[in-house]
C-alpha cells in the first residue's frame, strides 16, 4: 500500500510540477484519487505566463502579432508564433482578448491578404533560437517578475531582425493562465489549427482588414459645394485624416497626408473617392475610401456643403469633349 501511495505521488509530481508535500495534501484530500488530484492542482497552479503582442515598423510597411506561452515553473517555452503582414488593419487587434482567441486569430491571419511568410519564418527561427540560447534565464527572471516593461525591450530587439535600420513599436500585454486550463484549451487550438486549410470567410476577412478613421472634409461655406445629403459614391473630395490613434497618424504619414512645414507636422488634405452616403435623420454619415482596407468617416449635417474635386457629371462632361476632339466613342 505504501509504495502505491508513493507511484501515485510520483505520478501527480510528474504530471504537474508540483512539490511532494503538495502531493500529499491534494491526494489526502482526494481520497487517493489521482486524476483528481491532478485536476485540482492543475487548477489552482498558475505557472502559464502568455506573452502576448503587437508590433509595427515605423516606416516600412509591416505590422505584426507575437504570441509566447512559457511554463515558468520548468523554464520552459511551451508556444511560440508570430505573423509579418503589410494588412494595417491586424495592428487593431486588442491585447485584451484571451490567449486562446488571441492565438487562433494569428494563425487564421497567416492565410489572410497580406500575409508576409518568409519574414514571418525567418522571425519565427530568430525568436525560438533567442528562448533558447544565453539569454533564456534572463527571459524566465522576467517572466516570474512579471516584469512587462523588461520583456517589452527584450522581444523588440529581437523582433528588429525583420527591419535591422528601423525602429520598432511593440506593445505587450502579460497573461496568466492556469495549468489546466492551458492543457484543457491547448487541445481545442490545435484541432481548430489543423482544420485551417482557406482563407476565412469573406465578412470574417473585412472584420480583420477594415480600418475606419476619424476624418474632416473640406467644406464650401457659399454655394459652390455640394450638399452632402447629393454626394455620390465615386466622386472625389478631400479628406483630412485627423484620427488621434498612433495606427491613423502612421497610415496619414504613408498616403502623404502629414508634412513637416516650417519644423513643424502639418495635416493636409487628401484626394479621396466617396464611398458610401449612409442617412441617419437630420445627419449624414460619410464615409471616403484611402485603399483597400482603410476607410475614413465623418458625421455630417445634410445640408453640409463639400467641395467636390471631381463628381460623375464633370467626368461625363470630359469625356464627351475629348470623343469630340479625339472621334472616341462616346
Known sequence: MPDKIKDKKQLIMEETGCDTRQAELVLHSTGNDVEKAIKIINSLLKQIIVIKGKFKTE???????????????????????????????????????????????????????GSQPEITQKLQEYLEN?????????????????????????????????????????????????????????????????KLRLPEPLEQQEEIASLVLKVETIKNAGREGKTARDLQPGEMIWAKITDPRDIAQYLSKLLGGRIKRN???????????????????????????????????????????????????????????????FSLPK
Open 59 to 113: 516606416t516600412a510597411n509591416f505590422f505584426g502579432l507575437v504570441v509566447l506561452i512559457a511554463d515558468i515553473k520548468l523554464n520552459k517555452v511551451l508556444r511560440l508564433a508570430n505573423i509579418v503582414t503589410c494588412n494595417p488593419g491586424i495592428y487593431q487587434n486588442g491585447l485584451n482578448k484571451p490567449w486562446h482567441e488571441f492565438e487562433r486569430k494569428l494563425y487564421a491571419l497567416k492565410l489572410g491578404e
Open 130 to 194: 533567442w528562448t533558447r540560447g544565453e539569454k533564456k534565464n534572463d527571459i524566465f527572471a522576467a517572466l516570474v517578475q512579471n516584469n512587462k516593461g523588461s520583456l517589452e525591450k527584450m522581444l523588440a530587439r529581437e523582433i528588429k531582425v525583420i527591419r535591422p535600420d528601423e525602429e520598432i513599436t511593440l506593445n505587450i500585454q502579460l497573461e496568466e493562465v492556469n495549468l489546466f486550463q492551458f492543457k484543457e484549451l491547448k487541445e481545442q487550438i490545435d484541432e481548430d489549427i489543423s
Open 263 to 325: 519644423g513643424a507636422e502639418e495635416v493636409i488634405p487628401l484626394t479621396v473617392p466617396v464611398e458610401e452616403i449612409i442617412p441617419d435623420k437630420e445627419k449624414i454619415r460619410l464615409k471616403v475610401k484611402f485603399g483597400p482596407a482603410v476607410s475614413g468617416e465623418e458625421e455630417l449635417d445634410e445640408y453640409e456643403r463639400i467641395v467636390v474635386i471631381f463628381s460623375e457629371s464633370r467626368i461625363r462632361r470630359i469625356w464627351k469633349n475629348l470623343a469630340k476632339i
